[in-house]
């Protein structure tokens, strides 16, 4: 299978490991575009693109430059879009029912999402929707066998509206518990303080679905402390409470399994090794590259006919 990748070339979680997994099971040819070449996707395909070369285009872009340009995506053949970010099209924020609206004005597409529910949700709107969950890069993270000198702490943001439940969580639990909140940079620093947790607190309230965090403090040898978010995304990831993480669903229940816990190390030290066990072998992006091409080989709905005003559009945009 021929796949032509378009990826970002500035992003905030680097994700190179990943498109090197996909390219690793396909013909691909895989370009980093700029800010720029996003924000005029008509005249990069005019100029640097010739899709009868593949048998599948792939989007993982910016999702406010897509939204910009549906015009011109609407006449790409054989498109594929990755996307991450969709469970936003269901929780309060600004993107809130943009991601159905997108994907309902481009009916031929088909859209891999990184959670289960969002899937099921989109296919019930009509949107051809597969899950390929989230993972971790597996050269980068993994267990240093060093002192766990952090009880209980979670690295990452908390400053956007998006994040704003996970922000009153740990803003509780701050009031009952010793908790690290703090923030690092991607590498070695963030390794290393991932290797010093014992428990993780993964604090993403209402999402929908379990963020790339989970799956990184679990390789790294964390007892993931992991909000439930239900509709079906444990079962869907394998996810067992106090077997390989120990799913809460409110402070006070997090607090009442942390004492467990803590009263019996052998436990947390079971959970942790099953955790990363499962995800070492599920979750990597080696694994996750394999699992997208395959995502991507079933036959393409027929993409509908373009009206006549959409011809014409779509063919001034590839000419002009």
Same mark, same amino acid.
């Given at each position: 299978?021929?796949?032509?990748?378009?990826?970002?070339?500035? @992003?905030?979680?680097?994700?190179?490991?990943?498109?090197? $997994?996909? $390219?690793?099971?396909?013909?691909?040819?895989?370009?980093?575009?700029?800010?720029?070449?996003?924000?005029?996707?008509?005249?990069?395909?005019?100029?640097?693109?010739?899709?009868?070369?593949?048998?599948?285009?792939?989007?993982?872009?910016?999702?406010?430059?897509?939204?910009?340009?549906?015009?011109?995506?609407?006449?790409?053949?054989?498109?594929?879009? %990755?996307?991450?970010?969709?469970?936003?099209?269901?929780?309060?924020?600004?993107?809130?029912?943009?991601?159905?609206?997108?994907?309902?004005?481009?009916?031929?597409?088909?859209?891999?999402?990184?959670?289960? @529910?969002?899937?099921?949700?989109?296919?019930?709107?009509?949107?051809?929707?597969?899950?390929?969950?989230?993972?971790?890069? @597996? $050269?980068?993270?993994?267990?240093?066998?060093?002192?766990?000198?952090?009880?209980?702490?979670?690295?990452?943001?908390?400053?956007?509206?998006?994040?704003?439940?996970?922000?009153?969580? %740990?803003?509780?639990?701050?009031?009952?518990?010793?908790?690290?909140?703090?923030?690092?940079?991607?590498?070695?620093?963030?390794?290393? =303080?991932?290797?010093? =947790?014992?428990?993780?607190?993964?604090?993403?309230?209402?999402?929908?679905?379990?963020?790339?965090?989970?799956?990184?403090?679990?390789?790294?040898?964390?007892? %993931?402390?992991?909000?439930?978010?239900?509709?079906?995304?444990?079962?869907?990831?394998?996810?067992?409470?106090?077997?390989?993480?120990?799913?809460?669903?409110?402070?006070?229940?997090?607090?009442?399994?942390?004492?467990?816990?803590?009263?019996?190390?052998?436990?947390?030290?079971?959970? $942790?090794?099953?955790? @990363?066990?499962?995800?070492?072998?599920?979750?990597?992006?080696?694994? %996750?590259?394999?699992?997208?091409?395959?995502?991507?080989?079933?036959?393409?709905?027929?993409?509908?006919?373009?009206?006549?005003?959409?011809?014409?559009?779509?063919?001034?945009?590839?000419?002009?």
């Amino acid at each position: 299978m021929n796949i032509l990748f378009l990826v970002q070339l500035e @992003q905030r979680v680097i994700l190179d490991r990943l498109y090197h $997994a996909v $390219a690793a099971h396909c013909n691909c040819d895989l370009r980093w575009l700029s800010r720029e070449e996003q924000a005029d996707l008509r005249r990069y395909f005019r100029e640097q693109v010739d899709v009868t070369r593949y048998d599948r285009i792939v989007f993982f872009l910016r999702f406010k430059q897509e939204i910009r340009q549906v015009g011109f995506i609407r006449s790409i053949p054989n498109l594929v879009i %990755l996307e991450h970010d969709a469970y936003q099209n269901y929780i309060p924020c600004k993107y809130t029912g943009k991601f159905s609206k997108h994907y309902r004005r481009l009916p031929g597409v088909r859209v891999i999402t990184s959670g289960a @529910q969002v899937a099921h949700r989109l296919g019930e709107e009509g949107v051809d929707a597969c899950f390929v969950p989230k993972g971790y890069d @597996q $050269a980068l993270l993994h267990d240093l066998v060093l002192p766990r000198d952090i009880d209980l702490a979670f690295v990452g943001s908390t400053k956007s509206t998006t994040y704003s439940g996970r922000k009153a969580l %740990l803003d509780e639990l701050q009031r009952l518990e010793k908790v690290t909140v703090t923030r690092t940079k991607s590498g070695e620093e963030y390794l290393n =303080i991932l290797n010093r =947790i014992r428990f993780f607190v993964s604090a993403d309230v209402g999402m929908g679905e379990y963020m790339i965090k989970n799956f990184e403090a679990m390789a790294c040898g964390c007892v %993931l402390l992991a909000y439930n978010q239900g509709g079906g995304e444990e079962h869907a990831l394998g996810f067992v409470d106090m077997q390989n993480l120990v799913l809460y669903q409110s402070v006070a229940e997090l607090c009442g399994k942390l004492r467990l816990l803590r009263d019996d190390p052998q436990l947390a030290e079971r959970i $942790a090794r099953a955790g @990363q066990q499962m995800v070492v072998q599920r979750y990597s992006f080696a694994a %996750l590259g394999e699992a997208i091409v395959e995502a991507m080989r079933s036959p393409m709905r027929e993409h509908p006919p373009l009206s006549m005003r959409e011809r014409l559009r779509a063919r001034w945009s590839w000419l002009s």
